[in-house]
């Protein structure tokens, strides 16, 4: 199995914003490594505008559980919607900008409140392209590296020795404590087996990796 390839998506979450003819459209741009992340800022998005006409979403996301779950072969999950206007002038124009620029682990949400005046098929496609295309450039597009989630488990007594090793290779995680401690870690793909080994190592294999 070859080395997972680098792939292009945003390096933060961002929003763009504009007027066409008395329209106010907002591209909302972020980060997603899975479809329920996705879907989630879809309906944060949705929520926090409520009172929008439309709210547009797109994404690029890959289909497994994480962007490691076919390093080099990534199968990506693409969707788009309408959500209310007119077939093909929304959804598809959104999505377009993120293939054609071949970002993933991507969520576009476009906010559109309707301004009075109908912009047809074609001028909403301009519309929602140039949504897409402000939110990534206020977002920033940058080379990431496949990344894979890690959960782990262990007794309380172990949770130091694993936060420990954890910091150490400076990778993103959540800590949650309870009767044990479960940590879920982002690791990038080439380091999640050394990063493993290390942890069974430091613990006398009491953690129980995911």
Do not use: C, W
């Not at 980060?31 to 989630?40: I, N």
């Not at 929304?90 to 576009?108: D, F, K, S, T």
Request: glycine letters at 10%; proline letters at 6%.
């Amino acid at each position: 199995m070859g080395t997972p390839e680098p792939y292009r998506t945003v390096a933060d979450r961002a929003s763009a914003e504009f007027t066409v003819q008395g329209s106010r459209f907002i591209g909302h741009l972020a980060p997603a490594d899975t479809v329920d992340e996705a879907e989630a800022v879809v309906d944060e998005v949705s929520a926090s505008y409520d009172d929008a006409t439309h709210n547009v979403p797109a994404y690029r996301v890959p289909a497994g559980d994480g962007p490691s779950s076919a390093p080099g072969e990534v199968m990506l999950r693409e969707y788009s919607s309408d959500d209310g206007e007119p077939t093909g002038s929304a959804g598809n124009p959104a999505l377009n900008v993120l293939q054609q620029q071949e970002i993933r682990n991507v969520v576009a949400v476009v906010t559109r409140y309707y301004g009075g005046t109908n912009l047809g098929v074609g001028g909403l496609a301009r519309a929602y392209s140039r949504a897409v295309k402000d939110g990534l450039d206020a977002a920033g597009v940058v080379e990431e590296e496949p990344h894979e989630r890690v959960s782990l488990t262990v007794a309380y007594d172990d949770s130091g020795t694993v936060r420990s090793v954890l910091e150490s290779t400076g990778v993103e995680f959540d800590a949650d404590y309870d009767v044990e401690v479960r940590f879920d870690a982002r690791v990038p793909v080439v380091d999640a087996p050394e990063l493993r080994d290390r942890l069974r190592s430091a613990t006398s294999g009491r953690v129980d990796i995911e």
